[in-house]
């Protein structure tokens, strides 16, 4: 009634729901002490409305102590082929089942969860491998914490064991040994452990810092001390976790089944999933329609370092993308919508990682020693020597020159994808590389440089070093 009153006073007659002129409203403001603004409008454009912008939440940092709850280990078994990462895995999915969950359905959604002796919780991933290692680790899925190396007692280190150590380590990640099949005749894990010194791995019992257990897959010798080390280790390394922050978990593996479509196992990493939980997904929106636990029962919520196979994507998220919890169904749909945009238009022209020209411009700037990455394939273990030591003589003191692998061989798909995760360029002399692995360093943007003279090779990477290389165009 005020307003009407004044208005009569400047002579302006309306009913209560009429417009007035902005011109008005303006003088109206003033008397008020209001500021008038007059809205913003495009040409052309109706209504004004406001772009509302949804942004994915960011993964807590400076979480306060007592919010955070100690999580359980997530562990990864690598090795050499055969010497016995899936056994050891089955063992202990094997004994778990028969020691209290008989009956239940064990089936396999890519991790499962124990307990040890006193009942602390582990959590191993079921496929094992530094590849899947290195691959969530290129695309910024690192869950692992601790690496498992099964080395066989009857073996010894062999290719693929050192391409394991040169992973968990590009990864800085703890290494525990299990020294496997200790039941063979001709099982000697002191010869391991000697092997493990030169691999530069010392054993506790050698005045090192590795732990080693000798185990049996076979007849389960050694078990219960490997689980009860890896808890032990978990509280060493104080892993916790917030179940009350915003909810993240890794995809470890995806499948599309039937009757069920898309689903996905996923290791949750902060916070808490719950079913009817919105979120999204690399570039797709979802909601979660239902969870099963890793016997496969239905679960409501699952906390930190749980796995849990998750139902409600739209389409078949990526290994090592990571499901994050939104606000809303709409704030899900509509950052999904954005990302598929963007998608589109990255397409023309995919990501680059580490390049050996961009030392140049390292080398140039910068008050600390850049470390360039290396990855070298070479035709004979020979040659492995001859060039690394050659390289690691360049002297720089802008740049030093790291082997993170150096072996005899063919450059495979686990090599692009260490490269990835480490962002590292890799070294080929003599060598092929193989068709997986030019797939993968087009889809990871890993440069592969191929030699076939020694000069020309340390001489490319000496360049790089001192900043002296011309970029390609
Ligand atoms: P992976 O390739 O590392 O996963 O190795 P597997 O688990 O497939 O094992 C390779 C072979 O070694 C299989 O035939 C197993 O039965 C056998 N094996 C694994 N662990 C042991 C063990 O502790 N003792 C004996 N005797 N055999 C084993």
């Given amino acids: 009634f005020q307003l009407m009153a004044d208005l009569i006073k400047l002579q302006v007659f309306v009913a209560p729901h009429q417009a007035i002129e902005p011109e008005v409203a303006e003088k109206l403001c003033d008397q008020h002490g209001f500021k008038f603004e007059r809205e913003k409008r495009e040409k052309g454009a109706g209504v004004h409305k406001v772009e509302e912008v949804f942004v994915e939440p960011e993964p807590e940092e400076d979480v306060p102590e007592d919010k955070l709850e100690l999580r359980a280990p997530i562990i990864t078994f690598m090795g050499h082929v055969d010497h016995g ?15 209290g969950e008989a009956g239940g359905i064990t089936q396999h959604i890519g991790a499962y969860g124990v307990k040890d002796d006193q009942g602390r919780p582990i959590t191993l991933l079921d496929t094992p491998g530094h590849a899947i290692f290195s691959k969530m680790r290129a695309r910024g899925a690192d869950i692992t914490d601790i690496v498992v190396l099964v080395v066989a007692a009857d073996d010894g280190i062999m290719p693929q064991t050192k391409e394991a150590i040169d992973h968990a380590k590009a990864a800085e990640k703890t290494i525990i040994v299990a020294v496997n099949k200790c039941d063979v005749a001709g099982a000697d894990p002191t010869r391991v452990r000697t092997q493990l010194m030169e691999h530069g791995l010392t054993p506790v019992d050698f005045g090192g810092d590795i732990e ?19 808890a032990l280790q978990a509280e060493v390394l104080e892993l916790s976790a917030n179940p009350t922050a915003n909810a993240r978990a890794a995809v470890i593996e995806a499948r599309v089944q039937a009757g069920k479509g898309a689903t996905a196992t996923v290791i949750v990493e902060s916070g808490t999933l719950k079913v009817g939980m919105p979120f999204i997904c690399g570039p797709f929106s979802g909601k979660i329609k239902s969870m099963l636990d890793d016997n496969g029962k239905p679960v409501k919520t699952a906390g930190p370092a749980t796995p849990v196979e998750l139902l409600g994507f739209a389409e078949l998220p990526n290994v090592g993308d990571e499901v994050v919890e939104m606000e809303s169904e709409r704030a899900a749909k509509k950052l999904a919508s954005e990302r598929q945009g963007e998608k589109r238009n990255e397409r023309l022209g995919g990501a680059q990682k580490s390049r050996l020209d961009d030392f140049m411009a390292l080398a140039k700037g910068g008050p600390q020693k850049a470390r360039l990455q290396l990855i070298l394939k070479t035709d004979v273990q020979g040659s492995v020597g001859a060039i690394t030591g050659a390289i690691e003589e360049i002297e720089s003191d802008k740049v030093e020159a790291r082997f993170i692998h150096a072996a005899a061989g063919s450059i495979t798909e686990s090599d692009i994808l260490l490269a990835s995760s480490a962002n590292a360029v890799v070294i080929g002399f003599n060598t092929k590389v193989e068709g997986k692995a030019v797939q993968a360093a087009k889809r990871e943007g890993v440069e592969i440089k191929l030699y076939s003279i020694v000069y020309e090779l340390i001489d490319t990477v000496r360049d790089a070093m001192l900043g002296l290389l011309e970029p390609e165009t």
């Fill in 85 to 99: 990462k899936t056994s050891l895995l089955d063992y202990v999915r094997n004994s778990r089942v028969a020691a």
């Fill in 212 to 230: 080693c257990v000798d185990v049996s897959a076979k007849t389960g010798a050694g078990m219960e001390d490997l689980l009860e080390l890896l």
